[in-house]
């Protein structure tokens, strides 16, 4: 299932599930390669209908560090360079939460490229008067085990069953505590200032990217607030905007066959968008 | 004769907060709201806190030592070099101790070597220059990117000493501070340069770090007991690895001492500024109850492989300093002691001799205690305590480590 590219001389982690049109998918920190070391009920209901590719950012999941990454444009070059090794030409994109960050600031890159954007629960821009929540202070235990508020930043709720099998309250494993400990380095290096996780100029930019874009949000997202869904939609030229009630940040795992749906929907706009344009093929 | 050198050290803190701040607030750092700043009441603050540090030069301490915090109720010296400058116009003697100036909080740490080069001029070469790396409350104080600040760091120390000894003007081509003209004015007045002290709370990085430059290791970490002991084994171990002598004087550790007549007066007369220092100016900092700030995920500054170990080996069920809830767990802890002048003597003792540790960095002041207490402990520690631990430190320091007598010890122990 999972494979180990070399980028740059160091060891990243694929994992793929499915067949057909590849659709790269950039981790957030409910996630796969984030907190959990398979696959989740959103990638497979993705597997279903396209080849899911999912790297695990530099330092994540089995991913090696780099210990030169110091802020998004260097990640964003790691990925160039993975894009590269993994050999695909035309691809989907879809990213979570701090992935679906990285995911926006390729695509404004390589919009020849990428067929379509799907963003979920994305961090990234920065919209005045709509902070992005501390999620660093928030995953500080509070009273030696209590991750109550590190769970309401990423669920709709502290207490949500997903977000309790996830990040339980006291100490997890030592596996899954290092496979958080990782991404919350990678994190920090590229979004830890300014505060957080955001690229001012990338809202400015957004308009390179013509391609169909889906943009889906938890409408009780505690990380990211709505704002800045709706500044994605209206950012980029063919976005659709999909707000899901009774959901928060981590939207792909509480709602997973609605986020799919939208997901696999843009993917479907790609296609009757290429077709018409007749240029299926010649990216493929 | 090298007897230990005993210094007194002050935190600042903010000694007026509300009687029920333990139970209205997470933290007493970073988002401590500042609506809770007396500003009548406080004016006077920093004055007292200076008269107590030039009082302590009066009675002989080898040296006042001050240190840099931000946006807390724990210590009140976001810029200690202030502090530090204040007190080269009013002491004589001892050591000025900055432990230190917090490196990646500062844009370009030239300054730092620059109002150093300052203090140890104006101050007649007496700074001893501390320079820190800053927890997790100075992360979020200042949003300084963790898992890259220790790199950071190391690049502005050896940048500060290169500007304190090498001939400028000379180009710095670092990844962090990438410099044209570092032509350092002035120079300091300490040659080669005031001893450089580093802290550390036990990680094996830092003690590799500091040994391979020369520098001198301070231990924070609050754990005293078989841990102390452990530390200055292993500093001693990677310093030889190193090619450099060890010796008592590489090392330093801060405890917090009260001492009047008796155990039972010292702990009645401490009480109240005990236990304000412990369950309010360490809340955020070192204890788990609220939300802890100063190592951890949100935090990332270890390496990956230092957090398994640290995850392998600390207990989520370990207390620190600030979960100590009874003189007699205090007592176990072994960092705050508190008692006769006998009692303080015996366990300080006891510390010496098992680590052989030559600079002891006491605090005496504690959140909210009265001034006059303070000196008092003061006063009885420089009469009744640290007479009888100079003496047979110094025999004991000659025993283990007959080389000391020739040693120069880069100015640190003159």
């Known amino acids: 299932m999972s494979r180990a590219l070399d980028v740059g001389g160091r060891a990243v982690a694929?994992?793929?599930?499915?067949?057909?049109?590849?659709?790269?998918?950039?981790?957030?920190?409910?996630?796969?390669?984030?907190?959990?070391?398979?696959?989740?009920?959103?990638?497979?209901?993705?597997?279903?209908?396209?080849?899911?590719?999912?790297?695990?950012?530099?330092?994540?999941?089995?991913?090696?560090?780099?210990?030169?990454?110091?802020?998004?444009?260097?990640?964003?070059?790691?990925?160039?360079?993975?894009?590269?090794?993994?050999?695909?030409?035309?691809?989907?994109?879809?990213g979570a939460s701090i992935g679906g960050w990285i995911a926006a600031e390729l695509a404004i890159r390589l919009p020849e490229r990428v067929r379509s954007l799907a963003l979920i629960g994305a961090t990234g821009l920065f919209v005045p008067q709509h902070p992005i929540a501390d999620i660093f202070m928030m995953v500080q235990a509070k009273n030696g085990g209590d991750y109550s508020d590190f769970r309401h930043t990423l669920f709709r709720a502290a207490g949500a069953p997903e977000a309790l099998a996830m990040f339980p309250d006291g100490r997890m494993p030592a596996e899954r505590e290092l496979l958080r400990y990782r991404m919350f380095r990678l994190a920090s290096r590229i979004g830890f200032s300014p505060p957080y996780l955001h690229h001012r100029k990338l809202r400015d930019r957004l308009h390179r990217f013509t391609g169909p874009a889906a943009v889906i949000a938890g409408e009780r997202d505690s990380l990211v607030p709505i704002a800045h869904a709706r500044a994605y939609a209206q950012g980029l030229r063919n976005a659709q905007l999909k707000l899901v009630a009774e959901a928060g940040n981590s939207v792909a795992v509480e709602k997973p066959g609605e986020v799919a749906a939208a997901v696999l929907a843009c993917v479907g706009r790609a296609g009757a968008a290429s077709a018409v344009e007749g240029r299926d093929n010649a990216l493929q | 004769m090298h007897p230990v050198r005993l210094f007194c050290w002050h935190f600042m803190a903010y000694p007026y907060l509300p009687s029920d701040f333990d139970a209205r607030y997470d933290s007493g750092w970073v988002t401590v709201p500042n609506t809770l700043w007396d500003r009548e009441r406080a004016g006077d603050l920093y004055q007292g806190y200076i008269d107590q540090l030039v009082y302590a030069d009066e009675l002989g301490f080898d040296g006042m030592v001050l240190n840099e915090h931000h946006q807390n109720i724990y210590g009140l010296m976001p810029s200690p070099n202030i502090i530090a400058a204040a007190l080269t116009q009013r002491t004589k003697h001892g050591k000025i101790v900055v432990l230190g100036n917090l490196l990646p909080l500062h844009r370009n740490p030239l300054r730092v070597a620059e109002e150093y080069a300052m203090i140890d001029n104006m101050s007649g070469g007496r700074l001893i220059a501390g320079?820190?790396?800053?927890?997790?409350?100075?992360?979020?104080?200042?949003?300084?990117?963790?898992?890259?600040?220790?790199?950071?760091?190391?690049?502005?120390?050896?940048?500060?000493?290169?500007?304190?000894?090498?001939?400028?003007?000379?180009?710095h081509d670092g990844k962090y501070y990438p410099l044209r003209y570092v032509n350092l004015w002035p120079q300091p007045r300490q040659r080669p340069h005031p001893p450089i002290w580093i802290p550390g709370a036990l990680s094996l990085e830092t003690m590799e770090e500091t040994a391979k430059r020369g520098h001198d290791y301070f231990l924070s970490s609050r754990a005293h007991g078989p841990a102390t002991q452990r530390a200055a084994q292993r500093f001693g171990e990677i310093i030889r690895r190193h090619g450099g002598e060890f010796h008592p004087f590489r090392m330093g550790l801060l405890i917090s001492v009260y001492v009047s007549e008796s155990d039972e007066q010292a702990r009645a007369e401490s009480r109240e500024g005990v236990w304000y220092f412990?369950?309010?100016?360490?809340?955020?900092?070192?204890?788990?109850?609220?939300?802890?700030?100063?190592?951890?995920?949100?935090?990332?500054?270890?390496?990956?492989?230092?957090?398994?170990s640290f995850l392998k080996n600390a207990r989520p069920e370990n207390k620190m300093l600030g979960d100590c809830d009874s003189w007699e767990e205090l007592d176990q802890f072994g960092s705050i002691i508190v008692g006769s002048p006998a009692t303080v003597r015996k366990r300080l003792w006891e510390l010496i001799e098992q680590a052989q540790i030559g600079n002891f960095l006491v605090q005496f002041h504690f959140g909210n205690m009265e001034d006059r207490l303070a000196r008092k402990s003061m006063r009885l520690f420089a009469t009744e305590v640290a007479p009888a631990l100079r003496r047979d430190s110094a025999d004991l320091f000659a025993r283990s480590f007959p080389a000391l007598g020739d040693i120069a010890m880069a100015g640190a122990a003159q």
């Open chain 1, 14 to 94: 694929v994992a793929e599930t499915g067949s057909g049109a590849p659709l790269v998918y950039l981790h957030g920190f409910a996630d796969i390669h984030g907190s959990s070391s398979d696959w989740l009920p959103f990638h497979r209901a993705l597997a279903a209908k396209v080849r899911v590719v999912a790297p695990a950012h530099p330092g994540c999941g089995v991913s090696e560090e780099n210990e030169e990454i110091d802020t998004i444009e260097d990640v964003v070059f790691h990925y160039l360079q993975l894009l590269d090794a993994l050999e695909i030409g035309a691809f989907h994109l879809a």
């Open chain 2, 131 to 171: 320079l820190a790396i800053g927890g997790g409350p100075e992360a979020f104080n200042y949003n300084v990117p963790q898992p890259q600040a220790r790199d950071q760091f190391w690049e502005a120390v050896d940048l500060i000493k290169r500007a304190w000894t090498e001939p400028g003007p000379f180009e």
């Open chain 2, 278 to 308: 412990i369950k309010n100016t360490l809340k955020g900092h070192l204890r788990n109850h609220g939300r802890m700030l100063t190592f951890g995920i949100g935090v990332p500054s270890m390496t990956v492989a230092s957090y398994d």
